[in-house]
């Protein structure tokens, strides 16, 4: 039987990476992004298997809606909820129209792809979802001197680990596994873009993400932390989580009552 795996933002770095190694591993695929020549530059390339190129722009309602009816009625067998927008900066400084693209490309839009696609998978007793985000989402207890500051980025990639794992949790038992992947600096355009110099920075490539993320896949991995040697720091992380979560009462805290 067929594979058949939609990626987003498959026309450059870590999404391209996937599609690449999807193809070579014999998965039938849908890739998703905004540049038309480069989808079908892609699916020129790869005669061997079945491409269907989707130019849409996720930051908008009508692309998320198009991608989505993809998702809930083609027999997806993965989903890479990749596509990414770097707007770095603080969030005084944050033009709104860029707020906005940066929460639809990386909240709205995997929130609505992975709703779509979850069903059919349940169904069918099978499916991986593999949300990409980033070690930011772990960076808001950082002190202001450690710059950059960006808000709004580090907030979109926190909200892809909390759905994630608590979607996790919700599926567990239907054979639908979930992801969150979380790559630290990556050699791809996505700081180019952005005006970064970032060629004195030690990188990943983007080849390295897709190899940890498919091995977290076969050990089983919630959170896959390409670059953090000692896995215990994660689980250290969210144990800590579950702690204050669980220690909460009714009762208002000494600290907060007045004497």
Request: net charge negative.
């Amino acid at each position: 039987m067929s594979k058949l795996a939609l990626v987003t933002g498959a026309t450059s770095g870590i999404g391209k990476a996937f599609a690449e190694r999807l193809a070579a591993d014999g998965y039938d695929l849908v890739i998703v992004g905004r540049r038309q020549d480069r989808l079908e530059e892609f699916a020129t390339s790869h005669p061997n298997i079945k491409v269907r190129s989707l130019a849409a722009d996720l930051s908008t309602n009508d692309g998320v809606d198009a991608v989505a009816e993809v998702c809930a009625t083609e027999p997806l067998t993965m989903l890479v909820n990749n596509a990414g927008v770097a707007h770095y900066m603080p969030l005084a400084e944050l033009p709104a129209d860029k707020a906005r693209e940066l929460v639809h490309v990386k909240v709205v839009a995997p929130t609505m792809l992975t709703r779509a696609a979850v069903a059919g998978m349940q169904e069918r007793g099978e499916g991986t979802i593999i949300n990409v985000a980033g070690m930011i989402a772990f960076s808001g207890p950082a002190p202001h001197s450690q710059l950059p500051r960006r808000a709004v980025y580090a907030g979109t990639l926190a909200h892809l680990v909390a759905m994630s794992q608590t979607l996790h949790a919700e599926l567990q038992g239907t054979g639908v596994s979930v992801q969150v992947l979380c790559p630290g600096v990556v050699a791809t355009e996505f700081h180019e873009r952005q005006g970064l110099d970032m060629s004195v920075v030690p990188r990943m490539t983007a080849d390295d993400v897709v190899t940890a993320g498919l091995r977290g896949l076969e050990l089983g991995e919630v959170v896959c932390a390409p670059g953090v040697e000692d896995a215990s720091l994660l689980d250290a992380v969210f144990k800590a989580d579950l702690a204050a979560f669980g220690a909460q009462s009714p009762e208002l805290a000494t600290r907060y009552q007045t004497s």
